[in-house]
């Protein structure tokens, strides 16, 4: 295949990055950059061919599901480009109790997820009272009993203990994405938030047993070199997943007139992180541009769709509160016949318990060996 690439790509750089990548050599910061930068269509189709060849290598056709419960809306932070920042008055604000979770958490298990990914915001009611946090720990723990799932927390900063607490109820993952590594639009996206409190937490997670998910938020004003600098933060992690997220404007935030970003930057970000995390986790979110932006993601290189809500339970995405939603299009049933038309299906339960579990056996442990070079 490769042989063959080198005769239609007319780019030698190209050629050489894709080579590399293919062969798990190290690119450096040029040749990623480089990458990201491609525009001609032909070139990106390589750029995606390798990515896919890639994905196949480690997942084979298999896609993992991800069921996701926004449980509480309610945030004491200022993010400027999220709906659920603390004065926003125009999103809709909820916190499900207990048994609604876990009835929810119950219904996606048997729908065929594979994971329950618990969100919120930084909610109040957790960080006021003494020990508020025990609630927490004891739902997510409810939730692995109840449903016999891998559990995704997504609950932004919290001390420390508490992580370990969560990884000892048998909570697998801890979802927390940076946004940007470029420390000064950091603070102009999460205003009041400490930069280095936020990075230092997903150390910490991996301390605690817990597998990372660290993320970008694409075109919120971010240089190129910035995408870079995010992956070599993502690599220097060890994040066991990593994301991209187009920003959606939001009605009532500080950023609702910037503009969405054309999506071929977030393709070109999945493809490059493809190349240089072959064998990790990327997501499709079905939380940017409903199931009509999932099939780009999976042939940019993705293999795991995210956001699978489902419908009439009150429950919202983040970017995106209600696309596809209430009509079960983000439901597996939604999503089954667009994997089975681009030749991938579902992975099965057993598939994805048996790659988190390989995965916390070797915490602490694994060499990431496709490096960016300084
Ligand atoms: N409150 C927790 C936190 O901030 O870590 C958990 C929520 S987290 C899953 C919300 C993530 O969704 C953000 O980190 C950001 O990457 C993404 N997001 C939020 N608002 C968005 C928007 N308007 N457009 C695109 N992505 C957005
Ligand atoms: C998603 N709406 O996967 C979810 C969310 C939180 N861990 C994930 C951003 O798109
Ligand atoms: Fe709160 Fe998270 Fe939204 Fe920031 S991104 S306002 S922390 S819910």
């Not at 971010?222 to 994301?243: K, P, Y």
């Not at 970003?261 to 493809?274: G, T």
Request: glycine share 8%; hydrophobic share 40%.
């Amino acid at each position: 295949m490769l042989y063959v690439m080198a005769r239609i790509i007319p780019s030698f750089k190209l050629e050489d990055a894709l080579e590399k990548a293919y062969k798990r050599r190290r690119l450096s910061r040029e040749e990623v950059a480089f990458l990201l930068g491609l525009k001609g269509e032909g070139e990106v189709a390589q750029l995606f061919h390798v990515a896919r060849s890639l994905r196949q290598r480690y997942f084979g056709d298999k896609i993992f599901l991800y069921g996701f419960i926004y449980f509480s809306t309610h945030c004491r932070n200022y993010c400027t480009f999220c709906s659920y920042r603390a004065p926003n008055k125009l999103c809709k604000r909820y916190r499900k109790t207990d048994s609604e979770v876990i009835e929810v958490a119950r219904e996606l298990a048997e729908s065929g997820v594979h994971l329950i990914d618990l969100t919120l915001g930084e909610d109040p009611f957790y960080y006021v009272r003494d020990n508020g946090f025990e609630s927490l720990v004891e739902l997510a723990g409810r939730v692995k009993v109840e449903t016999g799932l891998p559990v995704m927390i997504s609950p932004g900063v919290v001390p420390k203990q508490v992580l370990s607490d969560l990884a000892d109820v048998g909570v697998d993952w801890y979802a927390c994405y940076q946004e940007t590594h470029n420390q000064q639009l950091f603070r102009r996206l999460r205003p009041e938030q400490n930069y280095d409190s936020r990075l230092k937490e997903k150390y910490l997670a991996k301390e605690s047993g817990l597998l990372v998910e660290e993320g970008i938020l694409a075109g919120v004003g971010e240089s190129q070199a910035d995408i870079v600098t995010s992956m070599q933060a993502m690599q220097d992690l060890g994040a066991h997943q990593v994301r991209v997220m187009s920003f959606i404007p939001q009605e009532g935030i500080p950023m609702s007139d910037w503009p969405s970003p054309p999506r071929i930057h977030e393709m070109l970000i999945i493809a490059v992180l493809r190349l240089l995390f072959p064998d990790r986790l990327i997501p499709a979110s079905l939380d940017i541009d409903g199931v009509e932006g999932l099939q780009e993601r999976l042939k940019a290189g993705a293999n795991v769709i995210t956001s699978l809500i489902p419908p009439d339970m009150g429950l919202t995405g983040v970017a995106q509160a209600s696309l596809d939603v209430n009509d079960g299009y983000r439901t597996v049933r939604g999503v089954l016949p667009l994997l089975e038309e681009l030749g991938l299906s579902a992975a099965t339960r057993e598939d994805y318990i048996g790659w988190v579990r390989n995965e916390k056996d070797n915490l602490g442990k694994r060499d990431i060996c496709a490096e960016l070079t300084e």
